[in-house]
């Protein structure tokens, strides 16, 4: 089963991380990373720009162009920073990958199941 792991940062720990720091969770990724290519369980995995360079883009009920915000879809204190997406043979699995990227700046993650869009409405 495929999932995404979505890792979410406190900002201001993000910010305020050493050299020392940045270069142990480099280290920790690296290592995962070197783990889940010799599994084959890593398909693919980025982190993400800083939530001041993002863009929403909504959808109008009306029927109109759409519009575009500056910012992330939510307000939050914590903010989406990287994912990947793993192909595990259980949910168990996944969770323990999940649980290696929790450190004192990633503070969540998301763990989500991805629906395989392809083959849809094949019978």
Known sequence: MKYMVLMYADPAATAAMTAAERAEVFRRHEALHQDL???GEMLNGA??????DTKTIRWQDDGSASTATDGPLADTTDHLTAYYVIDCATPERAREIAERVLDFHVVAVELRPVHDSFGMGET
């Open 47 to 52: 982190g993400l720009a800083y939530p001041g």
């Open 37 to 39: 290519e010799g599994t």
